[in-house]
């Protein structure tokens, strides 16, 4: 009886060991672009990977890490699989690269003007100086239009800005009362808190944006229709999980933003677990192509009368759709942004 039951119990390993390696084998492997010291608008993706939503999918994924530019050059020669960078996208788009956008991940604009203690409100920065990124860069831009359409502040007329490299940069500046608020993303608010300073205004309680979302070639996506649906569903677990999980979410920031310790993640991830969602919504959507237009007129790449085509031609719209529906995916409701 024993030796019979030590027979079975080997024969359940091995059985159990030719499963595993089965799955293993029939596990797709894919690589998933991550920009240079991680960023707030792709927290989904650092979820799905740090919990094993792709794993569970049935995905063997890696990261690449490279600077922004160098991964939409590596998403168009099809050596990294899928690509969080929208805007290089559209512009590839437009230009005639044969790609298609997959799945979403943050609805809102994810950066904050933080401030000196001393000032009350965003009217209070009339006649100050304030620091930026570089012009035509999003660290310049949506603050710029935020103070701009929300506040009836221009640059250059109602205040002054310098433009830093660098958020640290920003940060020290700060400190030392060279500036007296600066544009920062939501990793780097603790920084500021900590050293006394208060977040004056939100960038995304005023714009939303598609931020993060994903694209692939679309050779890729025709081959291997099965892997959109999967990587889709990882993305979308990894934003219900963010949305709802603050305690199971912090050590993924930790890790993938850089911040120091639970409390400086709890910080980011109070400003930010509402922002995220798979679904993207048309208007959206079609406001990544339209700004993206409007730079390439600036830059002489496209006629002023020329219209914008459809964007959705570049977007797997129904798979999308069906697959967050298939799967019970709970929408983000995001709060009414203020005009």
Same mark, same amino acid.
């Given at each position: 009886?024993?030796?019979?039951?030590?027979?079975?119990?080997?024969?359940?390993?091995?059985?159990?060991?030719?499963?595993?390696?089965?799955?293993a084998a029939h596990a797709q492997k894919i690589t998933i672009g991550k920009v240079l010291s991680g960023s707030g608008f792709?927290?989904?993706?650092?979820?799905?990977?740090?919990?094993?939503?792709?794993?569970?999918?049935?995905?063997?994924?890696?990261?690449?890490?490279?600077?922004?530019?160098?991964?939409?050059?590596?998403?168009?020669?099809?050596?990294?699989?899928?690509?969080?960078?929208?805007?290089?996208?559209?512009?590839?788009?437009?230009?005639?690269?044969?790609?298609?956008?997959?799945?979403?991940?943050?609805?809102?604009?994810?950066?904050?003007?933080?401030?000196?203690?001393?000032i009350g409100k965003p009217e209070d920065l009339r006649g100050k100086t304030i620091g930026y990124g570089r012009v035509g860069?999003?660290?310049?831009?949506?603050?710029?239009?935020?103070?701009?359409?929300?506040?009836?502040?221009?640059?250059?007329?109602?205040?002054?800005?310098?433009? %830093?490299?660098?958020? *640290?940069?920003?940060?020290?500046?700060?400190?030392?009362?060279?500036?007296?608020?600066?544009?920062?993303?939501?990793?780097?608010?603790?920084?500021?808190?900590?050293?006394?300073?208060?977040?004056?205004?939100?960038?995304?309680?005023?714009?939303?944006?598609?931020?993060?979302?994903?694209? *692939?070639?679309?050779?890729?996506?025709?081959?291997?229709?099965?892997?959109?649906?999967?990587?889709?569903?990882?993305?979308?677990?990894?934003?219900?999980?963010?949305?709802?999980?603050?305690?199971?979410?912090?050590?993924?920031?930790?890790?993938?933003?850089?911040?120091?310790?639970?409390?400086?993640?709890?910080?980011?991830?109070?400003? *930010?677990?509402?922002?995220?969602?798979?679904?993207?919504?048309?208007?959206?959507?079609?406001?990544? %192509?339209?700004?993206?237009?409007?730079?390439?007129?600036?830059?002489?790449?496209? *006629?002023?009368?020329?219209?914008?085509?459809?964007?959705?031609? %570049?977007?797997?719209?129904?798979?999308?759709?069906?697959?967050?529906?298939?799967?019970?995916?709970v929408p983000t409701k995001l709060d009414a942004t203020t005009n």
């Open positions: 009886m024993r030796m019979l039951r030590s027979l079975l119990m080997s024969a359940a390993a091995g059985a159990l060991a030719v499963a595993f390696m089965v799955g792709h927290i989904p993706s650092y979820v799905a990977m740090d919990k094993g939503f792709f794993k569970e999918e049935g995905l063997d994924a890696s990261f690449v890490s490279l600077a922004g530019r160098a991964l939409v050059t590596a998403g168009l020669a099809g050596s990294v699989d899928f690509i969080p960078i929208p805007s290089g996208g559209a512009q590839a788009a437009l230009s005639g690269a044969e790609i298609r956008y997959v799945v979403g991940q943050s609805l809102k604009s994810q950066w904050l003007i933080a401030a000196r203690p001393d860069s999003a660290d310049y831009d949506e603050g710029a239009a935020v103070m701009l359409r929300a506040f009836k502040m221009a640059v250059g007329k109602d205040y002054k800005v310098i433009s %830093f490299q660098g958020e *640290t940069e920003r940060i020290a500046a700060l400190i030392n009362g060279d500036i007296v608020a600066a544009l920062i993303s939501v990793p780097h608010a603790p920084k500021a808190l900590n050293a006394g300073m208060k977040i004056l205004l939100r960038t995304g309680d005023h714009i939303q944006r598609a931020g993060g979302t994903y694209w *692939t070639c679309k050779v890729n996506a025709d081959a291997n229709p099965e892997v959109m649906k999967k990587f889709t569903r990882a993305i979308a677990k990894g934003v219900m999980y963010y949305r709802d999980n603050r305690e199971g979410s912090l050590p993924v920031l930790r890790n993938h933003l850089g911040v120091q310790s639970d409390q400086d993640a709890g910080i980011v991830w109070d400003q *930010t677990h509402n922002t995220f969602g798979a679904e993207l919504p048309k208007e959206q959507f079609r406001e990544i %192509f339209e700004s993206r237009r409007v730079d390439m007129i600036a830059g002489k790449q496209w *006629t002023t009368d020329k219209p914008l085509p459809d964007p959705e031609q %570049f977007l797997l719209r129904d798979m999308l759709d069906a697959t967050l529906k298939e799967m019970k995916y």
